[in-house]
Each structure stands twice: as C-alpha cells, then as structure tokens.
C-alpha cells in the first residue's frame, strides 16, 4: 500500500542539529568510495529494531499488531523511480524519535569525530558507524531520503524526508506499516545499487550474520524483460543465512564471517585482535561470541565507562547496557552472550544485580585473561594489545581485587633500562643484590622521567626503575603495593634502599664525615629553611642524587608531585596543600659553596636551586619575574 501525505497537516520544517549538518556535508562531499556501505548500515538498524519490538512484546504482545507476523527486512528497487527502499517490521518511530534520531546526535564523541573527520575525510568516513551515525551513511548515496514510521502500539504514521542539506521535513501519512521504510532517490553515480547481483553481493558480504532474513522482493521491471528468466515469475529470494552467528559451530564459521559480525556487534571497523566464541556447558548454559577491537573505540575514556557486550536470551536480544556483563576494565570488549538460563522476561532493571549473570560475569573473565595470558607470550603481538588497552586494563589493578594477582601478570610497564614493555616478572628477575623492592616513578613522559635527577643514583647503581606515565598509574601504584612479596614504591619514598643495595657501580669510597662536616650540612639545611620559609616543607639529604645539586619530592605517604597536579586539574582543592621536600647532594660542589655563603647572595642561590627543582619536576616556578631577575644577576656576577 502506498503512503500518502496528507493534505490537511502541512509538512513541518526542521533544522537539523549544527553537528548533524556539519556530518552530512563531510558525508555528501567526501570521495569516499566504499559507500556500499550505507546498507549494511540500514539493515543493521532495521536488525536492531526487529530485536527491540520482539523484547517490547515479551511483556506486552499487543504491540505486535500483525498477528505475529514473522520479523522480516526488505529489499525492494524501482528502477525508474531510482529508487531502492529497505524496510523493516520492527518497533519503528513516532514524530518525536525521528526527530530525535535522525535529526540530531546524543552520542558523546560527536565533537572529536567530526574532529578526526577533517583531517583525512576520504578515509575516515568509513568511520561513521562506530560513531553511531550509520543512518546519516544514507547520503553519500542518495540526494534524497524518505522515511515512512510507524511506531509500535501506536496509529499514526509519519514521512520524514531530506535531502541532506541542512533540514528535514515531517508530516502526518496515512497507511504507514509499522516499522521503519526508508526510500532512498539515489544519486546519479549510485545507480549500481538498483542492480540485484549488486545487492545480493553486499548482503552476503555484510550482513550475512544478521538474524533477520533480509529479502530481496521481486522487481517489476524484470517481469517485462522476456529475454531474462524467460517463462519463470520472479520471486522473492532470501539473500542472507538469517540464522544468528554466535549458534553456529566454529568449524562453519569463516575468519570474514567473524569480522563482519564484529563491525556489526562493535559498530567497527577494523580487525578484531582476538575472538572467542565459545559455549560453556554446566550448571549455567551460555553461549559467547566475544572480540577484542585493534584499534580504540572512540569512547573508551568516557565517563561512565560502559560496556558493550550484548546480552541475549535464547536469542531474543535484551540489552546492550548492562553493568553486571563484562567489568569495566574490559569495556573494549565487544560481542553478545546468549544464555537460556535466564528468564527470557526478565527485566533490565531485575538484570543488574543478577546471581546468574555474576556467575557468566565470572565465566567470560576467566576466559579473556586465560587468551590474554597466551597471546602476552607472543611480545610483540601482545605489545598492540596493550598499546591500546594497557591504560584501560590497569583500572582493573584496583577494581577487581579477586584478579588482581592475574591483572598484574598481564601487566607492561616502560623501564629506565630497557627498550620496549617490560613485565614485573621480567622486572624481578633481574633485581639486583640486596634489591627487595619494585621502584618506580610517576610523571607525563618517559623520555622525560628517564633523566629526573631521581633516577640518578638508581641510574648509577643500574638499579631498573618502572616509569609509569598513564594518569591511572598514580591510583593503582598505592593501591597494589605488592607484587610477589615485593613492595611496589615510588623512587621518592625508597628512602635510604639505595645504600643497602649492590649495584653495578664501582664501590664509592665512604667520604669520612668529620663532625664538623656533618655540622656544616645540619647548618646548611637549617640556613636553607629559614630562607625558604613556607616554600618547601622541609630539607634533607638525600643519596639519590649524582649530577644534580637537588630534587623535590612529595612528602611520602601523600601523593605524588605528578598527582597532585592531575588533581588540580580537576580542581581538587586538598592538593593545593600538598607537602612539598627539597632533597639536596650533599656531595655536590655547588652545595658545597652553598655552605660559605651568606645574606642576599645565599638567599638568591637557594631560590634559584629550589625553581630549578620545580622546573625538573615539571612544575610551575612560583615566580617567573623574581626568577629571571636572580638568574640574570647571577649570570652577570658569574660572566663578569
Ligand atoms: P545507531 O544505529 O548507532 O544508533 P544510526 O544513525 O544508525 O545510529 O541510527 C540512529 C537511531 O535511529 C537509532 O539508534 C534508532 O533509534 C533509530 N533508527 C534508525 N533506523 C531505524 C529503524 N529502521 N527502525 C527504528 N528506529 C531506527
Ligand atoms: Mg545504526
């Protein structure tokens, strides 16, 4: 039956939203020339919405109002309308989901794709589905869309239509089936896309997995082509498997097969690193199909850290956003899991604190970690696992106490004396004599913590140090705090470790402490004080240090240096008060001249040592003018 707008409600005009508009003009203009595309994009929403009406009616069967007519997409082409229509007798959209769907974008991450968009647009438009924009894909095809809606349980349908240029229009229609129907007026160049072979290609080449059977209907032309198919009425052809990928055995499963489901599952596009499918057979039944991505979802950093694996009961699908599937340390994992053990009327709500989902929790953790395990063997396979997901991965450090031992087996760290990532295993063992502790040390950058005054006297000694640069690290490190009976510590509260270990170094002759020496550094440290005042919360020595006069580090026990400006960042006002210590070298000649000054002189020298600690540190000098003032003077008192 055809739609019809009626005449009595004017079409209403609309703009799309600035994000959308701006997508649609990359998406019209970009060169991008795998645009076939665009319909495993609309048949992945029409799949989507078959999967949401047939949960709806679990709880509440009156919404399938056709008698319970099987879930079916269809194909149809008009070729001289030009025209090629996918439909769908799924839950379908009202006036006010059209205009929220396909007229804006709630997805965080908009911003950032549209970002990553302009760079290389050819190439990135592939990028369209992970961002969740898969309907918009409609456009680089078509120079006009019609959507016919009608939403389940619901009478009035609904013409959507655009031609991409900055609005849309709604209006009343009559007749409209339930479900979506979406006409695309393809463009000129696009016309290949009324060709069958054309169709049943890209529907077996990307979509073959999908659990609706995608039907391609007969097309009226071809009827009057006598020369074709001569005698024989066209008919209707099914042109997927319809059967859902995950019930199949692996042995009938290709590594294509895998990979399309993956881009339709994780609304990816690169190869998956690894894939499990397996069935766990026992006091709970399930089946899993599970992928770790190559590269980063666009929206692993987000806040609620959500994941993403599908949860299925005996193949009805139920949700895509449950807390209680997959930790959030594995939110990259993308896939389904299907289980009959589990009332297939189960609310979502009833869903989050379920003991046989904790249970199938447990079951796919322990597999992920056991292949994880396997392939950390191979190192430089699993260098691009943890290149990636490595920062992600330490969340679990200290959110999953129960796996914490495992998490830190799988765990790669950068070192102060290796190239590459290093394990705590490799880290143990090569300790070195009289070495019983795990040292490390927090900042932004390796390259730059490599050459921390810090480091020096592990450095000199060839005692390995961890450098740990992701803002996570600063949460687990004081957490962990063990690893085979090894402290983990930071290199600032090794405290006098150095002098108890056998390094590489040739022995240091013990410079013999007169009294007196000792007594000229106690008055240093007491001179140093009084003219720092509030500056720094005390002065000691320490052994750390080789080339350079002084370091400044966090009073142990509290946080980092690199720490508390993360928290400053996000505006955390405790660490303001953060205790800062001026560590001096006691053997270093510029702290020995230090001693035999006085008044103006050694005021300005201590102020000049303490900025310059800051500055290593990379923190912020407290006073950039006084700063260069004292260095100047001290420059031409040097120079002169
Ligand atoms: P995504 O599928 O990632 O959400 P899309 O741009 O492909 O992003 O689709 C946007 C939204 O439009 C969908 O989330 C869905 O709510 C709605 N939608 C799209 N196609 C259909 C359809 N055939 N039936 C019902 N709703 C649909
Ligand atoms: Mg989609």
């Given at each position: ?386 290149d990636v997901f490595g920062p992600v991965m330490k969340e679990g450090l200290y959110e999953d106490f129960e796996r914490r031992d495992e998490l830190l087996e799988l765990a790669r760290f950068r070192s102060s004396l290796h190239e590459g990532w290093v394990s705590l295993k490799d880290y143990t063992g090569r300790m070195k004599e009289g070495q019983d502790a795990i040292y490390t040390i927090t900042g932004e950058d390796a390259a730059m913590l490599k050459n921390s005054p810090q480091l020096e006297g592990f450095m000199a000694k060839g005692i390995e140090v961890l450098l740990l640069t992701d803002p996570i690290d600063e949460f687990w490190a004081s957490s962990v705090g063990v690893y085979e009976k090894k402290p983990i510590k930071t290199v600032a509260g090794a405290g006098d470790d150095l002098a108890k270990i056998k390094g590489d170094e040739a022995e240091e002759k013990k410079e013999e402490q ?127």
């Amino acid at each position: 039956m055809a739609e019809t707008a009626t005449k009595t409600k004017p079409e209403e005009n609309l703009q799309f939203q600035a994000e959308v508009a701006k997508l649609l003009d990359i998406v019209v203009h970009s060169l991008y020339s795998n645009t076939e595309i665009f319909l495993r994009e609309l048949i992945s929403n029409a799949s989507d919405a078959c999967d949401k009406l047939r949960y709806a009616a679990i709880t509440d069967p009156k919404l399938l109002d056709d008698g319970g007519k099987a879930f079916e997409i269809h194909l149809s082409v008009d070729r001289t309308a030009k025209t090629l229509t996918i439909a769908d007798n799924g839950v379908g959209m009202n006036r006010e989901e059209l205009i929220a769907n396909l007229g804006t974008i709630a997805k965080s991450g908009t911003a950032e794709f549209l970002k990553a968009l302009s760079g290389d647009k050819a190439k990135d438009v592939s990028l369209i589905g992970q961002f969740g924009v898969g309907f918009y894909s409609s456009f680089m095809v078509a120079d006009k869309v019609e959507v016919f809606a009608r939403k389940a349980g619901e009478t009035q349908g609904w013409r959507w239509t655009s031609d991409g240029q900055g609005k849309f229009s709604i209006a009343e229609a009559d007749n409209v089936a339930r479900g979506a129907k979406i006409v695309l007026h393809l463009k000129k160049d696009a016309e290949d896309f009324l060709e069958t072979f054309r169709l049943r290609k890209i529907v077996k080449t990307y979509s073959d997995h999908i659990a609706v059977p995608v039907i391609l209907d007969p097309i009226p032309s071809e009827k009057k082509d006598a020369n074709k198919d001569k005698g024989n009425e066209p008919k209707a052809e099914t042109l997927n498997s319809a059967s859902a990928l995950w019930t199949r055995p692996k042995s009938e499963i290709t590594a294509d097969q895998y990979k399309e489901f993956y881009h339709h599952v994780g609304h990816a596009f690169d190869e998956p690193w690894h894939t499990l499918h397996f069935k766990a057979e026992g006091a709970i039944e399930y089946t899993t199909l599970l992928f770790i991505p190559t590269t980063k979802p666009f929206d692993l950093f987000n806040p609620e850290r959500k994941s993403a694996v599908k949860l299925y009961v005996n193949r009805v699908f139920i949700s895509d956003q449950l807390e209680g599937l997959m930790p959030r340390y594995l939110r990259f994992v993308r896939g389904v899991v299907d289980s009959s053990d589990l009332p297939l009327n189960i609310s979502r709500e009833m869903l989050q604190d379920n003991p046989v989902l904790r249970k199938i929790q447990g079951g796919l953790v322990k597999r992920l970690l056991k292949d994880l395990k396997e392939r950390s063997e191979m190192p430089e396979d699993y260098a691009k696992f943890w290149d990636v997901f490595g920062p992600v991965m330490k969340e679990g450090l200290y959110e999953d106490f129960e796996r914490r031992d495992e998490l830190l087996e799988l765990a790669r760290f950068r070192s102060s004396l290796h190239e590459g990532w290093v394990s705590l295993k490799d880290y143990t063992g090569r300790m070195k004599e009289g070495q019983d502790a795990i040292y490390t040390i927090t900042g932004e950058d390796a390259a730059m913590l490599k050459n921390s005054p810090q480091l020096e006297g592990f450095m000199a000694k060839g005692i390995e140090v961890l450098l740990l640069t992701d803002p996570i690290d600063e949460f687990w490190a004081s957490s962990v705090g063990v690893y085979e009976k090894k402290p983990i510590k930071t290199v600032a509260g090794a405290g006098d470790d150095l002098a108890k270990i056998k390094g590489d170094e040739a022995e240091e002759k013990k410079e013999e402490q007169g009294a007196a020496a000792e007594q000229a550094i106690k008055d240093l440290i007491e001179k140093l004080k009084k003219s720092l005042g509030t500056a720094v919360a005390d002065v000691r020595t320490t052994d750390k240090l080789k080339g350079s006069p002084v370091c400044l580090v966090a009073d142990t026990g509290g946080v980092s240096l690199h720490m508390a400006r993360m928290l400053k960042q996000h505006g955390d006002a405790q660490s303001l008060a953060i205790r800062k210590i001026l560590e001096i070298n006691a053997k270093h000649a510029l702290i020995k001249r230090l001693m035999v000054l006085s008044g103006s002189s050694f005021d300005d020298a201590a102020a000049l040592l303490l900025d310059q600690a800051r500055i290593v540190e990379g923190e912020p000098v407290a006073d950039p003018v006084a700063f260069a003032k004292r260095l100047s003077s001290m420059l031409e008192k040097a120079l002169g």
